[in-house]
Every structure is written in structure tokens, then in C-alpha cells.
């Protein structure tokens, strides 16, 4: 990507989206275009269209999602369908009609199969059943994938993908219920702390294994594959390092200092039984993850801490 060239970030004010736009900036990268949900709704095809018409950025990173943990995906499976294709055809179908010259979309190790080999390659996807519990969230981010294939396939646009593992770090999602697990586990521990309780209770039995990766080497490799990489077949992004959520749960109560008991609610489902990335692909092509998990964990505590408005969402 050229220095001045006109760069719109979709999603720019959640967690990757805000971290693509930092990574952007420490790189020199300063025409950046966004907007808010409230300036423009990328649901509403009409409204995309017009803006990629008045726009008519060069590159796009489509990090805008409905994203939420367990719970939220349980709870609300046609919402989290619908908005995520709308919104994602939309932009990718617009950005195609505009001419865009290289499109980026951000996807989530969700979509492959639930009892994918380990670690997960690309290769893998659809070639078995989803997890059920995000199966709407996975199965809208396939087509997304899919979409920029056809259209590499069929007119030769330069569309490609990334996958990243579970993410974490500014910007996150603190909600005590609707947010994923080191975030939800932050929130728990600190009011926990707070509020001097002897105990606290986790989802599961803690022995699903999980990859954790920081959302601002997440944010390096985007802009990163926007100049090295072209291809149809996504990118793995994560770290190819696992812990178990037992093993996370002791590592975010030390971080937040809680020192009270852990207990394990069995009755509560545990997801995927193991989940982790083959990132060989990103490695060969010259990219690693930099952040270690217990030094990540120590940023995002203090976001969690000097952003109340995030925390009490």
C-alpha cells in the first residue's frame, strides 16, 4: 500500500478495527477513512453503495463485525447471522463495484469444523460439522471468505482473508455476560477483588485447550498481508502456543490479583474442545506473533482499568 493512499477502516471503532488503525499510523499510513455505526449503517446496501461511490477508497480492512461470546451466541443466532452477512457483503459487493484495488477481510478460527485436526491448517475448513454453539457467527464468516474467493475466482480481485484466534487487548468487550473469555474473566476477578469475595465461579469444567493472540499483532499482520500476500486461501493468525481455561483462569486472577478460591460450574457448557491455529502459513511468509500471553494480559487489565465506559458495557 502506498504511503498516501486512501485506506478505509470498517469497524474502526471496535477492538481489531481500532488496533488496525493504530498499527497503520505507527507505520505512516494517515489517509484513513471511517465512520461511526451512526454515520453509516452497513447493514443498509443502498447506504454502502453510496459511500463507496463518493468515497472510493483504495484498500479496505473489513474488520466490523456482531461478535459476543457463548451466551450472546446462544441467545441470539438469527442476529448474529443476518447483521454479519449483511454487513459483509455489502462492503465486499461495494468495494467490488468501486474498483477497490486490494480488500481485506477479517474472519474467526470458528469456522472450522469442531473436531478439525490440531493444530487447525486452512485446508480444513468445511470439512466436517461447526461448533453449535457460534454455528451463525461461523457460518457467516465462511461466506464472507467465500465470497472474496469468487470474486478472485471470477474478476480477478485482489480479496483476501485472515483468521485470527481468540483475540484480546484495547478495546475489548467487558460485558459480564456477552463477552468472550478473557475479557469476561477481567471483569470477574476485578469485582471479585473489589468486592472481597472468597470465591468465584467459572463456566465448564476449565479443560477446553484455547490460543490466545494480542489484538495489536493482530493489527501488524493485517497491514503486514495487505503488502506481502494475495491469495483466495485464508491466513491463519494466532500464536501456536495453547493453555487450557483452567490454566487462563489462574493466569488472569494472578494478573488481576485475586487470590480467592476457584470453583468449576460443570452444569455450564465448555465449547470447542480444543481450538488451536496451524500458523505456518503466516510464518512462511516471514510474520510471528510478538506479545506474550501473560504480558498481554497485563495490557488489557490496564485498559480494563483506565476505560470505565468500556467496563461497565
Same mark, same amino acid.
Given at each position: 500500500m502506498e504511503q498516501n493512499a486512501k485506506i478505509y477502516v470498517a469497524g474502526h471503532r471496535g477492538m481489531v478495527g481500532s488496533a488496525i488503525v493504530r498499527a497503520l499510523k505507527r507505520q505512516?499510513?494517515? $489517509?484513513?477513512?471511517?465512520?461511526?455505526?451512526? !454515520?453509516? %449503517?452497513?447493514?443498509?446496501?443502498? %447506504?454502502?453503495?453510496?459511500?463507496? #461511490?463518493? !468515497?472510493?477508497? %483504495?484498500?479496505?480492512?473489513?474488520?466490523?463485525? #456482531?461478535? =459476543?461470546?457463548?451466551?450472546?451466541?446462544? !441467545?441470539?443466532?438469527? %442476529?448474529? /447471522?443476518?447483521?454479519? /452477512?449483511?454487513?459483509? /457483503? $455489502?462492503?465486499?459487493? @461495494?468495494?467490488?463495484?468501486? =474498483?477497490?484495488r486490494k480488500l481485506q477481510f477479517? =474472519? @474467526?478460527s470458528c469456522i472450522y469444523?469442531?473436531?478439525a485436526p490440531q493444530p487447525m491448517p486452512e485446508s480444513c475448513l468445511l470439512t466436517s460439522a461447526l461448533e453449535p454453539t457460534n454455528e451463525a457467527y461461523a457460518l457467516a464468516k465462511i461466506s464472507g471468505l467465500k465470497y472474496c474467493e469468487y470474486l478472485n475466482r471470477q474478476y480477478h480481485t485482489d480479496f483476501i482473508s485472515v483468521m485470527p484466534t481468540n483475540l484480546y487487548g484495547p478495546g475489548d468487550n467487558y460485558h459480564p455476560t456477552h463477552s468472550h473469555v478473557v475479557p469476561a474473566l477481567i471483569r470477574r476477578f476485578h469485582e471479585a477483588k473489589e468486592a472481597g469475595l472468597d470465591e468465584v465461579t467459572c463456566w465448564g469444567d476449565g479443560s477446553p485447550l484455547r490460543e490466545f493472540l494480542y489484538v495489536d499483532d493482530l493489527a501488524d499482520l493485517c497491514v503486514f498481508l495487505m503488502n506481502h500476500y494475495s491469495g483466495s486461501e485464508t491466513v491463519n493468525a494466532g500464536t501456536g502456543r495453547e493453555l487450557t481455561i483452567r490454566e487462563l483462569t489462574t493466569l488472569v486472577a494472578e494478573t488481576v490479583g485475586y487470590r480467592g478460591r476457584i470453583t468449576w460450574d460443570t452444569s455450564k457448557p465448555n465449547g470447542t474442545p480444543r481450538k488451536l491455529l496451524d500458523v505456518s502459513k503466516a510464518t512462511r511468509l516471514g510474520w510471528t506473533a510478538k506479545t506474550s500471553l501473560r504480558e498481554g494480559l497485563a495490557l488489557a487489565y490496564d485498559d480494563f482499568l483506565h476505560n470505565p465506559m468500556r467496563a461497565e458495557r
Open positions: 505512516g499510513y494517515d $489517509n484513513i477513512i471511517t465512520r461511526t455505526h451512526a !454515520e453509516l %449503517d452497513l447493514t443498509r446496501q443502498a %447506504d454502502v453503495e453510496a459511500f463507496f #461511490k463518493a !468515497e472510493r477508497p %483504495d484498500y479496505v480492512f473489513l474488520a466490523a463485525a #456482531k461478535v =459476543g461470546g457463548i451466551v450472546a451466541n446462544n !441467545e441470539a443466532p438469527a %442476529d448474529f /447471522m443476518y447483521q454479519n /452477512m449483511a454487513l459483509e /457483503m $455489502n462492503v465486499i459487493h @461495494s468495494a467490488w463495484q468501486s =474498483g477497490v477479517l =474472519g @474467526s469444523p469442531r473436531l
